[in-house]
């Protein structure tokens, strides 16, 4: 009991932590609605149960030992990251007439931003390897311990993100302004780049 307070504890604060995740979620929340921000929670949550199945199958402890594996994952998330950023910077600077086309045509692809964010991001791999085995206990099986960690993190992950959503939402007459939306999609691209290039310096582990 006192291992899964610990786990849940470290956990909440692990996803409190700022991240390419939480401000792809709060980006699209911001600038498309609830309805795109949750789609971008369930595709970064699916991407979190990808790296738990690679954790469980042993295929991260792979990921962390070979440098080429973990340099073409490191490359791909961060130019995915900087892909969106610039063009949340490049939405910010068209005419507003655009504002519907933009979001129509990225309707079907929020998930698909949460999942690759979340997916190709190796530091997430490393995490799980490195954070999730001080928690298991030698009394049960290894495989379902990971399995199960994995799904409470990512339940956990759902419920900070679908509270970042609605307090979007809750204040969306404000920040539905153009002025205040420009400006936040501004600095949440912003944000995704720099993650992004942080992402593409990281060293292997």
């Known amino acids: 009991m006192t291992h899964l307070t610990v786990f849940l504890g470290m956990s909440l604060l692990l996803i409190l932590v700022p991240g390419p995740d939480s401000g792809l979620v709060i980006q699209n929340s911001i600038a498309y609605g609830k ?14 149960l990808i790296h738990t199945a690679a954790a469980v ?8 030992k070979s440098a080429w594996l973990f340099t073409v994952l490191k490359w791909v998330g961060a130019a995915y990251l900087i892909y969106i950023g610039l063009m949340s910077l490049r939405t910010v600077l068209r005419k507003e007439e655009h504002a519907a086309v933009t979001k129509a045509k990225n309707q079907k692809s929020f ?42 993190y990512g339940a956990m992950t759902i419920a900070v993100f679908t509270a970042y959503v609605l307090l979007i939402e809750a204040f969306s007459r ?7 939306q420009k400006a936040l999609q501004g600095t949440t691209g912003a944000v995704l780049v720099t993650f992004g290039i942080r992402l593409a310096l990281e060293r292997q582990p």
């Open 57 to 64: 199958l042993g295929l991260s402890a792979l990921l962390v």
């Open 35 to 48: 309805k795109s921000g949750m789609k971008t929670v369930l595709g970064s949550v699916s991407g979190l």
């Open 174 to 180: 404000w920040l539905k302004k153009p002025a205040v």
């Open 111 to 152: 998930f698909v931003q949460g999942f690759i964010t979340c997916a190709s991001n190796p530091k997430v791999a490393v995490f799980f390897l490195t954070f999730l085995p001080q928690f298991v206990s030698d009394n049960m099986n290894h495989t379902l311990q990971f399995t199960l960690m994995g799904l409470m």
